[in-house]
């Protein structure tokens, strides 16, 4: 479930394209006829809120420009240059070309593409809510990728079948109950000592979303999708809830993520060295423990069931 509009470039570097996705819209340059405005009741009276909103965003892109224009526009642009970094950023946290990924949120294959080349037995297990979105992705992919049109909060593989997890620009826009949601299914289908990678919003680092976000509902205009920002007293919960441990977090301002070459952005500008993910960033070590003190674990979790069980 990829965020639309997700990260654009400015001078300074590439930001998060939430706030410029929330001032087009605002301006009219982005139709929302397709978009229905959020409200909870909305959200808890049909399927999951966030599939008809990007399925229909997404389509309405594909009427309005080239395929891969769309692709490209649907996730905020510079499909390249940003599925770079968030390559580089996984590397970083010890994923090796071996190694098993699950992408969930997977859009039109940004990371998944820039793993091909790096990947050497490794495999990528995808996601998301969009069809077009997972049809695009799967395109010049390995045969044994995996690549599954979900509608919930489900990651529709084996049990400890992968090694990482990623969730960029996931949690940004679900209810607390669904990140959690998505965080069991992760616990389930990463190995145990394998890392689970998610991206989310802060406050204090992207206080332009949130303001943005209010002066549409002041004005009485569409909001296009949820923005959700989680504090980390809320990610110290669901760690010691589900066992896991909080190896790291980041800023969204921290220049943390190392580039080995420069990365050339569509409008020609570029990034070196180091830099931000302009999203916070945590990750979690899925140590699936059960029985420490440490840890309120609850059997329900395991009670509820996952379409892959019979696996």
Known sequence: MTMSFREVVHP????????????????GSIPTSASKPWSPIHMATKSFHFVDDYRELVRDMIARYPLAEAMSRAVGGHLTAVGQIEKRLLIGYGLKPEHTLVDVGCGPGRLAKQLIGYFT???????????????????????NWQFAVVEDTRIPFAKDEADFASF?????????????????????????????????????????????????????????????????????????????????????????VELVEPV???????????????????????DKVQHERRVLWDSFWESSPSPTDSQ
């Open 121 to 143: 037995s490794g495999r990528v297990l995808a996601t998301d809510v969009v069809p077009e979105f997972v049809d695009y992705a799967r395109i010049g992919c390995p045969a």
């Open 12 to 27: 300074a570097g590439w930001q998060s394209g939430h706030a410029a996705a929330c001032k087009a819209v605002y301006a």
């Open 168 to 256: 960029f620009s996931v949690f940004t826009h679900l209810l607390y109950e669904e990140s959690f949601s998505y965080l069991i299914e992760a616990r389930r289908v990463v190995k145990p000592g394998g890392f689970i990678v998610f991206s989310f919003l802060e406050f204090e680092h992207n206080w332009q979303i949130f303001k943005d976000t209010v002066k549409a509902v002041r004005q009485r205009r569409p909001i296009v999708h949820l923005n959700m920002f989680i504090g980390r007293d809320a990610i110290e919960q669901w760690a010691r809830r589900l066992g896991m441990s909080i190896i790291d977090i980041r800023t969204a301002s921290d220049p943390f």
């Open 264 to 286: 050339i952005y569509d409008d020609g500008k570029r990034s070196e060295d180091k830099v931000a993910f302009e999203q916070s960033v945590c990750v979690l070590r899925n």
